[in-house]
């Protein structure tokens, strides 16, 4: 009796080894973290990258020089109010702790990855289209990329439709990259609160959305590169910021530092109907930003958009 006990000794530990190994694997605990495995018929991913705020000593030194104040939970749970559409899928990647009080429809287009704190927006981005589209054995046409650090969808009454539209709709055969704003510092670029690109610019854009491991790689050879990838491959950019639309050139010529630090915008503050998600970690203009946000959460008619998920 004492060689069979042994054995079942000998295969409870190594069956207890090899479960440690797959729960250690990221890509595996990662994985795991995926709520929903259904598919809808969208062509369309948004990906929503939550972090939970915590930073290096380097990254902190790295961030862009005035207030930076962590707003970035009430930004989620205003976009889980006002940016659900049923007629595209999200992922939502949570990037650390979540607040407890963040509750997210269960949806067959609502995906969840939640994941160590690593990566950074564009390579948390890149790694959870790639993890979704793999389980669900898809690939999707259209994305947009959304992080934490911005309030929106912001959208004045008398515009009609859906806001991922409005970004969407300026993806052409030309412009395959669309964001909010644009910084001419160090080197032009669309900022990275907000893309909208198609699968042309996400192959095109693949070697700067990569898993930085510090804060200045992923700004400057993520963020800032992107830009010029996308460039490299033969293809335009668009931002909704009108500034960007009073020359052609503006793109390549502009001078001006980032937009987004309080009276950035040619001694302006940016008004959340320009730009549609507002930089809410910036003190631009924090009275406008709660009023606005106020009067959004008590409209009746908020949006027109026919998919609007209440």
Not at 29 to 56: A, M
Not at 121 to 144: A, H, P, T, W
Not at 192 to 221: E, I, P
């Amino acid at each position: 009796m004492g060689r069979p006990r042994y054995s079942i000794i000998l295969l409870f530990i190594a069956a207890t080894v090899v479960g440690l190994v797959w729960f250690a694997d990221p890509l595996r605990q990662e994985s795991l973290g995926i709520v929903n495995r259904k598919s809808s018929e969208s062509d369309t991913l948004v990906v929503y990258i939550y972090y939970d705020g915590t930073s290096s000593k380097a990254d902190t030194e790295f961030r862009v020089k005035g207030p930076q104040v962590p707003v970035q939970t009430d930004n989620l749970q205003f976009f889980l109010r006002h940016g659900l559409q049923s007629n595209v899928d999200y992922l939502f990647i949570l990037n650390g702790h979540v607040d407890e009080g963040i509750r997210f429809p269960e949806r067959s287009n609502i995906h969840i990855i939640r994941r160590e704190n690593k990566c950074y927006d564009i390579g948390s981005f890149k790694i959870g289209v790639e993890m979704l589209e793999k389980q669900l054995n898809r690939r999707y046409r259209r994305f947009v990329m959304i992080n934490a650090s911005v309030r929106g969808p912001f959208m004045p009454t008398y515009t009609k439709g859906c806001w991922t539209d409005l970004l969407l709709s300026r993806l052409n055969e030309r412009v395959k990259l669309v964001g909010t704003t644009y910084n001419c510092r160090p080197r032009p670029h669309v900022q990275s609160q907000v893309l909208a690109m198609d699968r042309d610019a996400f192959n095109a854009a693949a070697g700067s959305m990569q898993c930085w491991t510090n804060m200045h790689d992923a700004v400057m050879r993520g963020e800032v590169q992107l830009t010029q990838d996308i460039r490299n491959a033969g293809y335009g950019v668009d931002v909704l910021m009108t500034s960007y639309h009073t020359s052609p050139n503006y793109g390549t010529h502009c001078t001006h530092d980032d937009p987004n630090l309080p009276k950035g915008y040619y001694e302006m503050t940016f008004h959340p109907y320009e730009v549609m998600f507002i930089k809410a970690n910036r003190l631009l203009d924090d009275h406008a930003l709660a009023l606005y946000a106020k009067w959004h959460d008590e409209a009746w008619d908020v949006s027109s958009c026919p998919y609007h998920i209440k």
